[in-house]
C-alpha cells in the first residue's frame, strides 16, 4: 500500500485545512466511528515555549472526529510538571466529550516490554481506541509525530531512555499500542530546535498522513533534513512500520521541493539571527 501524505496551506480556518488535507488522503472514516474512541497525544515538553500544535489545529483534529463517542487530549508527567498542568494550554477545547487525561494517573494500565524493561501503559492508548500524533515541524533531527510518542511513557523521569536507546523505546512504544491511526504535523510556523528560546519561521503549513513515519520524512524533507538519515525514521523503515523513503511516499497539495526552495533561505536567516522571522511580504502572498 502506497504511503499517502497532504501538504495543505494552514489558513485562519484550520478545520477546513484538515478536513481538505484529510480529503486528499482518503479520509477517516473507518476511524470516525460511534464506537471508537480517539486519543490525541498532543506534545508539549515546556508550556512556556511555543512548541507544540496550536488551539486551533487541535480544534480541528477533535472536529473531525465528530462521530466519536469520547475524545481524550493526552499528556503524561514530565519534570517540567504534571500532564495535567500542561494539558491547560488546551483548556479552551474541553468539554464533555473532548476531555484532558493525564497517562501518569492512570491506574488501569498494561504492562509492556520496552527496551527490556517493563512499562505500564495507560489502557486508553490500545486498539480499538484510535490514536492520533499532533505534533509541530522542527528542524530537530530526533523527530517530531514520532518522538511526541516518547510522552506515552508514564514515568516522570525519562531521561534514562535517551541513555538506553531512545529511538528503540519510542518504537517499542509504538507496536505495543498498535501503531499511529493518524499524524498529524502542525507547520504554523518550522521551529529550529527544540530550546524555549529557539528560532521559528512563520510557515503556515499541515502535514496529515495515515502513516507517521510517512509524515516524519515529509516534515524532515521541508526543513532540509535526509530523512534517511534520521535514526527513527530509519529504524521504523528497518522494522516495516512505516515508509521513510520521500521518494515512494505519494504526496498530495503542495510539492516538498517547492516548500524547501521557499524555506531555505529563511531557515539559514534564522539560524544566523537567532530570533524569529516571518515570512517577506511577497513570499507570504505566493500562493503554494
Do not use: C
Amino acid at each position: 500500500m502506497v504511503s499517502k501524505v497532504a501538504v495543505v496551506d494552514l489558513t485562519q480556518d484550520a478545520a477546513g485545512s484538515l478536513g481538505q488535507a484529510l480529503a486528499l488522503i482518503g479520509g477517516i472514516n473507518d476511524l470516525n466511528t460511534q464506537t471508537r474512541n480517539v486519543v490525541i497525544k498532543v506534545g508539549v515538553f515546556d508550556p512556556k515555549a511555543k512548541h507544540h500544535s496550536s488551539v486551533d489545529v487541535v480544534d480541528a483534529i477533535i472536529k473531525s472526529f465528530n462521530k466519536a463517542p469520547t475524545i481524550y487530549l493526552a499528556e503524561s508527567d514530565n519534570y517540567r510538571g504534571t500532564g495535567s498542568e500542561r494539558l491547560q494550554i488546551w483548556q479552551k477545547l474541553f468539554s464533555e466529550r473532548a476531555v484532558p487525561f493525564n497517562l501518569s494517573e492512570d491506574k488501569n494500565t498494561r504492562p509492556v516490554k520496552v527496551i527490556e524493561e517493563k512499562v505500564r501503559l495507560s489502557h486508553i492508548l490500545f486498539k480499538p481506541n484510535v490514536l492520533v500524533s499532533t505534533h509541530i515541524l522542527r528542524t530537530f533531527e530526533r523527530g517530531s509525530v514520532l518522538k511526541n510518542l516518547f510522552g506515552l511513557i508514564p514515568d516522570k523521569k525519562k531521561a534514562k531512555y535517551h541513555g538506553l536507546g531512545l529511538e528503540q523505546a519510542i518504537l517499542d512504544v509504538y507496536e505495543a499500542v498498535g501503531g499511529v491511526d493518524l499524524a498529524v504535523l502542525d507547520g504554523t510556523r518550522i521551529t529550529l530546535g527544540v530550546m524555549p528560546n529557539s528560532p521559528t519561521v512563520d510557515a503556515n503549513i499541515l502535514l496529515v498522513g495515515r502513516d507517521a513515519i510517512a509524515v516524519e520524512a515529509a516534515g524532515a524533507a521541508i526543513v532540509g533534513n535526509d530523512p534517511k538519515k534520521i535514526p527513527i525514521i530509519k529504524q521504523a523503515m528497518d522494522r516495516g512500520l512505516g515508509e521513510g523513503n520521500i521518494d515512494k511516499i505519494k504526496i498530495f497539495g503542495t510539492p516538498i521541493e517547492q516548500l524547501k526552495e521557499k524555506f531555505e533561505p529563511l531557515l539559514s536567516a534564522a539560524k544566523k539571527t537567532k530570533k524569529p522571522l516571518a515570512k517577506k511580504k511577497s513570499q507570504a502572498k505566493k500562493k503554494t
